[in-house]
């Protein structure tokens, strides 16, 4: 592997907190090039780029930073440039980042909390959206109430809406191993049989509205960017 | 009104603009987001049947005769609904002001209703403003948004803010009973979340005599915004952005997103706008009542679409908030005279019982 497709891979770790999706695949990667710096090291340059002028700052800046704490720590990369493009906060957030300065220092007197209970926002609708992404195939095949409410991580067919699932779950400390049930509440704890169908219910419009935002965003880059492909491969 | 198959529909554009984002109205030095706002608006404009799209100068701003042609005499609407958007920071003369607005009611008093608009931050003065505007123009509505930015530095606004609370008294006072709140997609909020929905549902418990109408179903919270829906029966979905961005593009989630609308929120609190200027309403008319739910299994647990189903979105539900009158020939027989079309069971009645054991809130 180049360090290129290292950096490439680790700008794929990166989400839009809002779409739960990674740039990569959002085509939110302008450009990504990684050149010698002179002194034996390598720089990464990223470019990234949003659907529209007004997305909002506060994902955006995630995602900015987000980018540079991955790209970063790749080994090889001795310094990560990250740039925002084309956005009305562009020169606050990249000034923010080169600065290593956090959200609420970068729009000091504007906002007023930091993003950790934001992403945990999202997180969560992805931890409940995400049993609908698992589940929905086997209520297809006529899986019961029943039967669901007993499915382990474990024994749950493997895809990669699965291990999607697992990470977001780790990353919140809710259970994530073999033994701990698909579907659960925003507690952790255990859905019963006759709370299926409401629970699912419930999930799928979660992710309606996560997905849906997302089909907006996507037409919106694709529209902004025509003919300006992003760097994807 | 539409006619189609025999049958009438009386047609409410409850949510609709008449910008100016023309270039003289941007403010020196804000150039950048007056024109980054317009594009953002394009980008919706695409999603639009490609016969009825607009060059990008025409969308700056149309003419008073463009939007007499596009609503009313193409456009099927019997009664439209002008919703204000002020944006001054970097529109000069604003993006959309009631005054603008007035300005068509003058001259087609039969045809329009406009809304007030205000903004808790304006302290005094908005209250007064408020007091004038609704003697002037005898405002029966307000549209707010709480993502705006203000002069004194704020980025956005809770209808929980105390400020906010004086100004829906006087809402009360003044017999302003509809609120329209722009809940949708996350463009432009700087602080934590502009667009975030729980603030409604205070808001309707403290006025329960108001009515809420969520613009844009709150999406992408619509999840939120759904079980707020279900609890407070004076919260309502104004689909506008709904029917307009989604119908003729993403045709399977229109369809995923009416089918929970309908279930969560209820036929009877679903209202049409075309969000003219985004869209023109003739195709959003005719889509709608030419449309329903697809027969794939994958829609099967949601509901198909009666033709009552369709007169109340389309106009009745709107025509009951802002008493309008409604022809006769339009209106829907009364109860007795059809044969009940759908179980009793009120939208997402199980949330509130706690029947099927919802578990906690997202």
Redesign the interface.
């Known amino acids: 592997m180049t360090l290129r497709d290292s950096v490439w891979q680790a700008l794929g770790t990166v989400l839009d907190p809002e779409l739960d999706e990674p740039i990569t695949d959002l085509d939110f990667v302008a450009s990504c090039t990684v050149s010698g710096d002179g002194h034996g090291g390598s720089v990464a340059d990223v470019r990234l780029r949003l659907p529209t002028f007004f997305c909002a700052p506060n994902f955006s800046f995630l995602m900015v930073a987000d980018a540079y704490d991955a790209v970063a720590a790749v080994p090889g990369v001795t310094r990560a440039e990250i740039t925002l493009t084309d956005h009305h906060a562009s020169d606050e957030i990249n000034r923010g980042i080169a600065a290593h300065a956090g959200f609420v220092e970068v729009f000091e007197g504007e906002a007023e909390t930091d993003l950790a209970g934001l992403r945990r926002y999202f997180l969560e609708k992805s931890v409940i959206a995400g049993q609908d992404r698992v589940a929905r195939p086997l209520v297809d095949a006529g899986v019961g109430p029943e039967e669901l409410a007993e499915l382990t991580l474990g024994s749950a067919p493997a895809s990669p809406a699965l291990d999607r699932l697992r990470q977001r779950r780790a990353a919140l400390g809710l259970p994530d191993d073999d033994d701990a049930p698909l579907l659960i509440h925003a507690d952790g704890s255990r859905v019963s049989s006759a709370q299926v169908p409401l629970h699912l219910r419930r999930a799928r419009l979660t992710r309606l509205g996560i997905e849906t935002n997302g089909e907006f965003c996507k037409s919106f880059l694709a529209s902004r960017y025509a003919g300006a492909a992003g760097t994807g491969w | 009104m539409y006619e189609k198959d025999g049958e009438k529909y009386f047609i409410v554009d409850s949510h609709m603009h008449f910008w100016d984002a023309s270039r003289d109205n941007w403010v020196e030095g804000r150039e950048?987001?007056a024109?980054?706002?317009i594009?953002?608006f394009y980008?919706?404009h695409?999603?639009a049947p490609p016969t009825t799209h607009w060059e990008w100068d025409k969308y700056l701003k149309v003419s008073a005769d463009d939007l007499m042609r596009d609503v009313f005499e193409e456009g099927h609407v019997d009664k439209a609904i002008f919703q204000s958007t002020y944006l001054k920071y970097w529109y000069k003369n604003g993006f959309n002001t009631t005054e603008q607005n007035a300005a068509m009611l003058d001259k087609h008093p039969d045809k329009f209703i406009v809304n007030g608009r205000w903004d808790p931050r304006d302290g005094d003065a908005g209250l007064k403003q408020l007091e004038e505007d609704a003697a002037r123009w005898n405002l029966k509505g307000v549209k707010l948004y709480t993502a705006e930015w203000h002069e004194n530095?704020s980025?956005g606004w809770k209808l929980t803010d105390k400020d906010s609370y004086r100004f829906l008294e006087k809402c009360r006072e003044l017999g302003i009973k509809n609120i329209h709140a722009h809940k949708g997609?996350?463009?432009?909020?700087?602080?934590?979340?502009?667009f975030a929905v729980e603030d409604v549902d205070q808001a309707a418990t403290d006025f329960p005599d108001l009515n809420f109408i969520v613009e844009h179903a709150g999406?992408?919270?619509?999840?939120d915004f759904?079980y707020i829906a279900v609890q407070e029966p004076n919260v309502y979905a104004g689909c506008s952005v709904v029917v307009g961005?989604?119908m003729h593009?993403?045709p399977k989630?229109f369809a995923?997103?009416m089918g929970?609308l309908l279930?969560?929120v209820g036929e009877d609190r679903m209202t049409f706008g075309s969000d003219y200027n985004i869209w023109t309403p003739r195709w959003q008319v005719e889509g709608l009542v030419d449309w329903q739910m697809p027969d794939d299994?994958a829609f099967s647990d949601y509901p198909k679409l009666t033709t009552a189903t369709k007169k109340k979105i389309l106009g009745l539900n709107a025509a009951r908030l802002y008493d309008i009158e409604v022809p006769a020939e339009c209106q829907l027989p009364a109860a007795g005279e059809i044969p009940a079309q759908r179980e009793p069971e009120q939208p997402g009645e199980?949330?509130v019982t706690g029947a099927?054991?919802?578990?906690?809130?997202?």
């Not at chain 2, 997609?185 to 502009?194: A, E, R, Y």
């Not at chain 2, 999406?219 to 999840?223: A, E, N, S």
Request: glycine share 12%.
């Open positions: 950048q987001y024109k980054g706002w594009d953002c980008g919706y695409q999603l530095g980025r997609p996350t463009i432009w909020p700087l602080n934590k979340d502009g999406i992408p919270r619509i999840d759904a961005a989604l593009a993403r989630f995923r997103i929970e279930f969560w299994e199980q949330l099927a054991g919802a578990g906690t809130t997202a």
